[in-house]
């Protein structure tokens, strides 16, 4: 399966093989300053054990000369444009999307603020807005009705019973006929 776009393109522009130790990267966050660990996403791994090391940074201009940051930008736009994908799409869209699949996939705003280097949850929270509303509201219903299970459980037993007894109960008033206590059938019709 080919990775997408998200994870093969968020890779910093003036990253260096050397930023790379293990399973994660060490990168400066350009806005903030923020300088961050960040695991490598498997498909990013499997796209960077692939990659030829010819130079000392990790994306290169077809010259061989490390990205500028307008550079990259204007690299980027012409993928997009080449790819037929619409106008609005921008570079800076890749971490809003990332910020977005983040919160999609249940990550808290501490977590998306860690992997994108916000310092205040107001910048992560706008980056999560688009977060899927469905799937969220989905995932809320299906916590309540387990906490409603998980809440009843105890007390089965004794609901049952209260159940049976009242069907009993009801049988006996239609028929218009009162059992004597202990008489009732074990099985009602």
Known sequence: MPPDRTTTLSLPSCSTWADINGDSIRVVQQKTGAKLVIPLHSDLREILAAAARNHVTIMNTEFGKPFT?????????DAIKSAGLPLGCQPHGLRKAAGRRL????CSARQIMAVLGHKSLSEAERYTRDADQKQL???????LEKNKRDTELPNHDSTVRQKSEKAKQN??????????RGLEPLFPP
């Open 69 to 77: 940051v307008d550079g990259f930008s204007c690299f980027l736009r």
């Open 137 to 143: 509201a989905e995932a809320a219903i299906i916590k």
């Open 171 to 180: 049988q006996s008033e239609q028929k218009g006929l009162a059992l004597p």
């Open 103 to 106: 919160a999609e996939a249940g």
